[in-house]
């Protein structure tokens, strides 16, 4: 994705009333998403140490920001890129039980990130964990789960309405389950993007299932790390996997919006194939992994929902940048600029 300059862009808030709504909608959403799924809030680390495998690669490409600490004989610690393992071990320490779980404010830095009007160096979201019971580890559960998170930001996205009359809901009251797999069945000839826009276009909010695992083509619909969210056990649909992602249609850049990645995370057996297959047999020895595979760690749900990302898209804005102080590459600023886009 390139940088977009939606034509007669007119902002519906000025960068002072922005700052408001900000508030107003990270408050609001937080609150719901706790109470619909029964989460607490616990305070989260800004980086870990390297070498515990218990930061995620992403994608399995992205470098970490990471630094040398002194007072501890030059060890490395990474700022992290997520807290999917992290939350799981927290689950376990805090012996939360099942149909409980924790949320946290994840703040991270990304410097691979390619810099445009959904991406930045900084990415915020809230990240979230919970502990389910062995028998919750399927299809139908996960469905239930996303349904909250929907729900929790619709009504949300009318609390900006009630404040913000001129900003109109846009929102579908139903969100469209669809695997991987019957997307490019459907559109055998786009690219994963576009295929994800085609859908869109027809139900305008959808949950995409199974992120990580080969298609019938031989290729993922995208990147997921082998160790966090399980992406190669066979679901009720009778394709693979149990997790996914939350997209919505954003009229305002005509395009894909992804809100939240989330999924039933790996058990012992799911994540010893996921490691083969990845040929990252290695990590096994790792302290997090070792844990989960001797069955420490308890079986949990999560996910992440960006902060940023969520605000930009209720308060229909046209660049992250317009919502979240970061720093961007001059052109990109002047463009904006010409186009009336405030960046923070």
């Known amino acids: 994705m390139s940088l977009i300059i939606p034509k007669n862009y007119h902002k519906k808030l000025l960068p002072e009333t922005t700052e408001v709504a900000i508030k107003m909608v990270k408050d609001a959403f937080q609150k719901r998403l706790s109470?619909?799924?029964?989460?607490?809030?616990?305070?989260?680390?800004?980086?870990?140490?390297?070498?515990?495998?218990?930061?995620?690669?992403?994608?399995?490409?992205?470098?970490?920001v990471s630094f040398k600490i002194k007072d501890m004989g030059g060890k490395s610690a990474e700022?992290?890129?997520?807290?999917?393992?992290?939350?799981?071990?927290?689950?376990?320490?805090y012996g939360i039980a099942p149909g409980y779980g924790l949320y946290t404010d994840m703040n991270a830095i990304r410097s691979?990130?390619?810099?445009d009007n959904l991406h930045s160096l900084y990415v915020d979201q809230w990240d979230w964990e919970k502990t389910i019971n062995k028998e919750d580890r399927n299809l139908e559960y996960l469905k239930q789960t996303?349904?909250?998170?929907?729900?929790?930001?619709?009504?949300?996205?009318?609390?900006?309405?009630v404040q913000f009359p001129h900003i109109t809901p846009r929102l579908p009251e139903e969100i469209k389950f669809i695997h991987a797999q019957e997307l490019l069945d459907r559109y055998p000839d786009l690219p994963p993007k576009e295929r994800e826009l085609e859908a869109l276009k027809e139900y305008g909010a959808i949950f995409l299932i199974g992120i990580g695992a080969p298609l019938s083509n031989g290729e993922p619909h995208d990147g997921r790390a082998p160790d966090y969210d399980d992406w190669i056990s066979e679901n009720s649909d009778g394709f693979k996997g149990l997790n996914g992602d939350i997209l919505v249609y954003d009229s305002v850049l005509e395009t894909a919006f992804e809100l939240s990645s989330m999924g039933i995370r790996v058990s012992p057996e799911s994540l010893n194939e996921q490691l083969n297959v990845r040929n990252e047999e290695k990590?096994?020895?790792?302290?997090?992994?070792?844990?989960?595979?001797?069955?420490?760690?308890?079986y949990s749900i999560g996910g992440g929902i960006g902060q940023s990302r969520l605000c930009m898209f209720l308060l229909q804005k046209a660049h992250i940048g317009e919502v979240q102080a970061s720093i961007w590459p001059e052109s990109q600023m002047e463009e904006c600029k010409k186009a009336g886009i405030d960046l923070l």
């Open 79 to 93: 700022v992290v890129h997520s807290l999917a393992k992290w939350k799981r071990m927290k689950l376990g320490s």
């Open 112 to 115: 691979d990130e390619e810099l």
């Open 146 to 161: 996303v349904k909250k998170i929907y729900q929790a930001i619709r009504q949300t996205e009318n609390d900006v309405y």
């Open 283 to 298: 990590r096994k020895e790792l302290p997090f992994h070792k844990k989960l595979l001797d069955g420490y760690l308890p």
């Open 35 to 64: 109470e619909s799924l029964n989460l607490r809030r616990v305070t989260a680390p800004l980086f870990v140490l390297k070498g515990t495998g218990i930061n995620d690669d992403l994608n399995g490409v992205e470098s970490p």
